[in-house]
């Protein structure tokens, strides 16, 4: 018995030292994620890819998040910072830790599996496993429910994003995008990595099936060469805001139903 009250009370302790923490959270889907954990209100600031929900937008922004400085950071006094892989650079968190905060990386591919992987570990640092579990479970139901390919064929679909300058750059291999395309059960028609230029006058090349369109920018004009593809002709493009559609967070199913709506017609 005198085990069992020991134990009580050091749980006790420390849900209620997770409780009070302040927690700077660094890459927009781990934001997501610590609000639909209920957690939100532990949150003194997030980075500048935190555009979601609205309530981040409230919060102090730390800057983007793979070029950080210490001071911003150390300015709100955080206990604990999560973040990403991506997050940067490293000597910052080596200064947080020298400075007594808390640093947590937060890993997970860009997979199903490592979403999942990545809502756990995040509920985990938060004492919210069961809101975790509840959320996965989630997750998966509105993932199982996605469209489907209608054969055996995959689709050839080209993803595009438009940076500051208002050039267009492809998405390769070893992208969020492509993980994306690859969830879906689509092909991407580039075979470079990451994200690079690609010249207008070789999209009819490609000829892809689907063409997906994302920028930050309403006012970023589509390349003229799109319009003149099969997949213009056949209304298999689509144009989304960045921050709705490459997301890798709670919000991932209803992007994929996007994509998925415009591949699967």
């Known amino acids: ?13 420390a849900s209620q030292v997770a409780a009070g923490q302040r927690i700077v959270s660094i890459d927009g889907a781990i934001t997501e994620i610590i609000y639909q954990l209920g957690a939100g209100d532990r949150l003194v600031a997030v980075d500048s890819t935190s555009v979601y929900p609205a309530e981040a937008r409230q919060l102090p922004d730390v800057g983007y998040m793979r070029a950080l400085s210490t001071e911003p950071l150390l300015s709100v006094q955080p206990d604990s910072v999560i973040a990403s892989p991506a997050a940067g650079p490293a000597p910052v968190f080596e200064q947080l830790r020298q400075a007594g905060v808390a640093v947590h990386i937060v890993g997970g591919d860009y997979s199903i599996d490592g979403l999942l992987q990545r809502i756990a570990e995040v509920a985990r640092l938060l004492d919210r496993q069961a809101r975790g579990e509840a959320l996965q479970a989630e997750l998966r139901t509105q993932l199982a429910a996605l469209p489907q390919p209608g054969s055996d064929k995959p689709a050839r679909v080209l993803f595009l994003m438009a940076v500051q300058s208002g050039q267009w750059l492809a998405a390769g291999q070893g992208t969020l995008a492509d993980a994306m395309l690859a969830m879906l059960g689509a092909g991407n028609v580039i ?13 009819v090349s490609l000829d892809p099936d689907a063409v997906i369109l994302v920028s930050n920018d309403a006012a970023v004009p589509v390349p003229a060469a799109v319009n003149h593809l099969r997949a213009a002709r056949q209304q298999q493009v689509l144009q989304a805001d960045v921050s709705e559609l490459l997301v890798f967070g709670p919000r991932l199913p209803a992007a994929l139903r996007q994509i998925a709506n415009v591949l699967y017609r």
């Open 1 to 13: 018995m005198k085990r069992v009250l020991i134990c009580l009370v050091l749980a006790l302790v």
């Open 191 to 203: 075979d470079h990595h990451g994200y690079k230029p690609l010249a207008m006058e070789s999209l």
